[in-house]
Nanobody, 121 residues
Framework: QVRLVESGGGLVQTGVSLRLSCAASGLTFENYFMAWFRQAPGKDCEFVARITRGGNTYYADSVEGRFTISRDYVKNTVYLQMNTLEPEDTAVYYC???????????????RGQGTQVTVSS
């Protein structure tokens, strides 16, 4: 059974940094794309960042240059380093696993339960 457990969310002020973690189990970690999505209040879930099996990264325009996704093949963990946070980044952040690196929420293989990030102005 695939399990994704996110951590690291919280309430922060504008301009600070947070690092989210997602520990994966029940799968062969190196065989999957890993990604982060987020859902802001009243909005659809949107793609944030993706990392391939080989470590190549891809970001949404809204976070390019501020967020960094990375993965640890020993710990089976994916990270999202979020710098210069803005109130618009307030959302529930979800860890995602997918065989094909899809960036559509409804299409991905597995999703975590989410961690709340709130950025106050």
């Amino acid at each position: 059974q695939v399990r994704l457990v996110e951590s690291g969310g919280g309430l922060v002020q504008t301009g600070v940094s947070l690092r989210l973690s997602c520990a994966a189990s029940g799968l062969t970690f190196e065989n999957y794309f890993m990604a982060w999505f987020r859902q802001a209040p009243g909005k659809d879930c949107e793609f944030v960042a993706r990392i391939t099996r080989g470590g190549n990264t891809y970001y949404a325009d809204s976070v390019e240059g501020r967020f960094t996704i990375s993965r640890d093949y020993v710990k089976n963990t994916v990270y999202l380093q979020m710098n210069t946070l803005e109130p618009e980044d307030t959302a529930v952040y979800y860890c995602v696993v997918d065989r094909f690196g899809r960036t559509v929420w409804s299409a991905v293989d597995y999703r975590g339960q989410g961690t709340q990030v709130t950025v106050s102005s």
